[in-house]
Each structure stands twice: as C-alpha cells, then as structure tokens.
C-alpha cells in the first residue's frame, strides 16, 4: 500500500514559467513533509519541508503547500530554471523519524 | 566537511552470491537510514538505526537482508543469496539527533548500484 503518491512520473515546464509538483497521502498520521531534489547518480539533497501544523511554507523560489483536509501537498517552483531539471521526491515522516518517500516526478525544463 | 559515502559505488555480481555495502555517516549523525531505489520505483525505506536504540528493520524485504552497525557510526547491509530482482541503487542517509521535536535532515549518499546477472 503506496501511503506516499506521486501520481506524475514526469512533468515538462518551460524555463521561466512555474513548475507544480504534486503529492497525495493516505495517512492522516503523517507529521510532517519533505521535498527531496535527485539529480542522476546522485544522492537525493533536501530541498524544503513543512510541519503539518502549517499550510505554506517558501524558500526562495520554492514553496510548498499542505492541504492537510485533502491529504495533498505540493510545491511551486517559480521562476523554473535549467538546474531545476531533477526527479523529486515527495517524503512524510511518522512522529519517529521513518520517513516513506514517494516514486518521485521528473521534470524536464524546456529552454 | 565529508559528506556521506558509500562504497563500492558499483557491485556486480552473480545470482546466489553474497553482497556487503558499506556506508559512511556524517561524523556525530546518529540516525542512520538505508533506502533502495529500484528501476523506475521510488526510495524504499528499508532499516533505520538510531543512536543505542533497537533498529527498525520493518523495511527489510525478506531474511536474505541484514544490516548491522558497528560502534553507532559505519554500516553495512548484507544481502545474502542475491537474486535479480535485488538489483537496485542501494542509498544510505544520515542525520542529527532529534532535538527539540524538531525534524533534522536527512543527508544522502551517492548510493551504491547493485547488479545481480
């Protein structure tokens, strides 16, 4: 059972418009959230997070949203740029720290 | 400062063989994860040690899996009998110690890709 789901496995935006990632998930336990950037034969690096107690949080170019009545959350990178091409990984965390990741989105920025 | 390593960074072996990976925490991170990303699947968790605390191993696909870690800093994860479907990028993490409820983050390595013909 996927309680993390990233139901696009890739996503094209054009450089300069908005890039939107989305994440759905099943347990209403999950505390808080995580957005994961992995570049290929590359560890993923962290990219930004949000406790559930919150409804935005932004970073620079990046923001995520929680949507914790729709159990979705997801995040805005604006304006997208060429290094911005990168699967990312959507995470949620128990109250203990195991974090369960999602399959992870591709996106592709178009010049 | 060093970042988490892994080594090999490539391993192929023969079905039926055994294989140990190696990871390398960040110094003074006692949380330590193993995930594997299998092809065109996402991060797997698969074991999690933190500090002196029993490991949470409730990620480990069968009993061919074992992870051990030695002195609360290097791990190793040990497939035994390897099959083909335990081909996979074998990812290794560490973090802080949770303080305050606060969530600390968690580092990657580059992960070891794990062949089995």
């Known amino acids: 059972d996927q309680q993390v789901k990233q139901n696009s496995p890739s996503l094209s935006v054009q450089e300069g418009r908005i890039s939107i990632l989305n994440c759905d998930y099943t347990n209403s336990m999950f505390d808080y959230f995580l957005w994961y950037k992995k570049y290929p034969a590359e560890g993923p690096t962290f990219l930004i997070s949000i406790s559930s107690i919150k409804d935005k949080n932004e970073d620079g170019r990046f923001t995520v949203f929680l949507n914790k009545s729709a159990k979705h959350l997801s995040l805005h990178i604006v304006p997208s740029q060429p290094g911005d091409s990168a699967v990312y990984f959507c995470?949620?965390?128990?109250?203990?720290?195991?974090?369960?990741f999602g399959k992870g989105t591709r996106l592709h920025i178009l010049p | 400062g060093a970042g988490v390593s892994q080594s090999p960074s490539n391993k192929v072996t023969e079905k039926g063989k055994d294989v140990e990976l190696r990871c390398d925490p960040i110094?003074?991170?006692?949380?330590l994860y193993w995930y594997r990303q299998s092809l065109g699947q996402g991060l797997e968790f698969l074991i999690y040690f933190q500090g002196n605390s029993a490991p949470d191993k409730s990620g480990l696909p069968s009993d061919r899996f074992s992870a051990e870690r030695t002195g609360g800093s290097v791990s190793t994860l040990t497939i035994q009998r390897t099959q083909q479907e335990d081909s996979a990028v074998y990812l290794c993490?560490?973090?802080?110690?949770?303080?305050?409820?606060?969530?600390?983050?968690?580092?990657f390595g580059p992960g070891t890709r794990l062949l089995v013909l």
């Open positions: 993490a560490s973090s802080r110690p949770r303080t305050n409820q606060v969530t600390e983050t968690q580092y």
């Open positions: 110094s003074g991170h006692t949380a």
């Open positions: 995470a949620a965390k128990y109250r203990d720290d195991k974090i369960i």
